[in-house]
T-cell receptor
């Protein structure tokens, strides 16, 4: 099955700092890649996705590029805000194993004013 | 349109009891997946239902079961509860089967505490 490695944190940054959350994965085939975000007390929401190699997903100032050669999908944002404080999950989509989404442990991001 | 609705939001049960959790997907969505979220293990896939059929199952004991009704609503049941079953149970709905390219919409979850 698929597996995901991402930094767990907590990651603490000051407002307007540059953010990188690393994500590497193993998967059967070439699945779509997703980043989900979980705000306090809520379920997960799709943040962005990329469906094939070299695709860049982007949303709300966040970006991630599908790197097939390094099996990575690192999340970046140029200037974070306090409202970005949340837990971020990297997830390769269902591959040949048909085993649903496989999530990383999640990275807890804390942005201080 | 209404999002994914999970009931109840909070539940406290005693070891050995059983529990049933409910999930109503977004209207028109036919796939419902269930996940268990704990601080130690993160998010783990339980099972997926599509058109009333279990399509996939994660690596959980047989005490965990589920079903889906003709209106796509889904229930999951945990029998003979153990302390380690305390977790946030999340339900996700999607339009089609599988999650290769399909976005999953999550509910707020049911927080189960086993005492």
């Amino acid at each position: 099955g698929n597996s995901v490695t991402q930094m767990e944190g907590p990651v603490t940054l000051s407002e307007e700092a540059f953010l990188t959350i690393n994500c590497t994965y193993t998967a059967t085939g070439y699945p779509s890649l997703f980043w989900y975000v979980q705000y306090p007390g809520e379920g997960l929401q799709l943040l962005l996705k990329a469906t094939k190699a070299d695709d860049k997903g982007s949303n709300k100032g966040f970006e991630a590029t599908y790197r097939k050669e390094t099996t990575s999908f690192h999340l970046e944002k140029g200037s974070v805000q306090v409202s970005d404080s949340a837990v971020y999950f990297c997830a390769p989509g269902e591959g040949g194993g048909a085993d649903g989404l496989t999530f990383g442990k999640g990275t807890h991001l804390i942005i201080q004013p | 349109k209404a999002g994914v609705t999970q009931t109840p939001r909070y539940l406290i049960k005693t070891r050995g009891q059983q529990v049933t959790l409910s999930c109503s997907p977004i209207s028109g969505h036919r796939s419902v997946s269930w996940y268990q979220q704990t601080p130690g293990q993160g998010l783990q896939f339980l099972f997926e239902y599509f058109s009333e059929t279990q399509r996939n199952k994660g690596n959980f004991p047989g005490r965990f079961s589920g079903r889906q009704f003709s209106n796509s609503r889904s229930e999951m049941n945990v029998s003979t509860l153990e302390l380690g079953d305390s977790a946030l149970y999340l339900c996700a709905s999607s339009l089609g089967a599988g999650l290769v390219n399909t976005e999953a919409f999550f509910g707020q979850g049911t927080r189960l505490t086993v005492v």
